[in-house]
């Protein structure tokens, strides 16, 4: 056997718990040591992420350190052989995402403030890795570049493709994971699947597990959806007890096999609120610019962090709190997070 990989979804890591879901800190340390355990147990090689590792609210690497020893122990359970997915969550944040600092130094991202740069990286972050005659391809998430098709390398026996990007899944899968409705053009999915053999996506956090889909050549290419390992959402469909994740195995002579095995979301340790769905977090936000003015303290995202705030609300209350006006500040908010359902008042 060459390799032996485990494929672990959206784990979102966060500094602090949201005011909806209490109990994700200790969740997220409980699944990587599952994690752990499982590469220790069952012979794993490597570890691919499908991005969003990290989820947001960190202001800071200090605030990180706990987090970053925990993904220096999954690394090292594989000889440093984790290969990580750069996810829509990675620029939210950018310099201050942990992600940012455990990928680096890296060719394909650098952080935009100067940084203190490990000597290598915790988590790799490449293009492409080639096992043998098998070529995966790490198609990261990109806010601009939506043209995830990479090159198949001469001698490439098999072609597997890893993506962050709900733009290149069939509209039935995007439109049940809650995104609006929009025609998905064969000819664009055509080209993206036109030379892969199995594709893996994270993002997603509804668990739609293994489906196909079918090119106009005639062409059927499997893809894996496992659903996300963090719950970020107080949303009822993302609140499965366990997510399957898949496992790649390239044996010696570069036959590839596919197999699932089931992690717990430990959903007995979280907690949800009930959230008034008639309250807008607009009726918050001059309520909680004036506490950030009366606290003292010198940064508003620092002050609503520390509240247990989301990002989706600094982003709310800044606008506000700079002079925006209140439609102005609604705007701030649809246009950044629509798709996301996670505000937290």
Known sequence: MKAKILCVSDLHK????GASIKGSKLVQDLIQDDIIQYVRDNGITHIFTLGDWYHRGYHGLSEALSDIEKDRQI???VNGNVYHTVGNHFFLERDDNPEMYIIQPCELVHPAKPMTMPKKPIFNCVPSLRIGTVQIDFFHFSQVDKNYVAQTLPGTTYHIGIYHDDCCLPGWIREAEGYPARPISQIYLNNIYNNIDLAIFGHIH???GATTIELTSGRTVPIIVPGS????????????PTVDLPIITIED??????SFTTFSKHLEHLTFKHKNKDESPVRHTHELVRGFKSAGVSSLEKFLAEKGHQQAVVDLV????????LS????????????ENEIDV
């Not at 002579?253 to 596919?258: A, G, M, N, P, Y």
């Open 14 to 17: 966060r500094w602090s718990d």
């Open 206 to 208: 509804k668990p739609f």
């Open 253 to 258: 002579d570069d036959k590839v096999s596919l």
């Open 75 to 77: 690394a090292a359970c």
């Open 318 to 325: 800044a606008s506000a709190a700079s002079g925006a006006t």
């Open 229 to 240: 390992l963090g719950i970020t959402a107080n949303v009822d469909m993302h609140k499965t």
């Open 328 to 339: 102005d500040a609604i705007q701030v908010y649809v246009n950044s997070y629509k798709h």
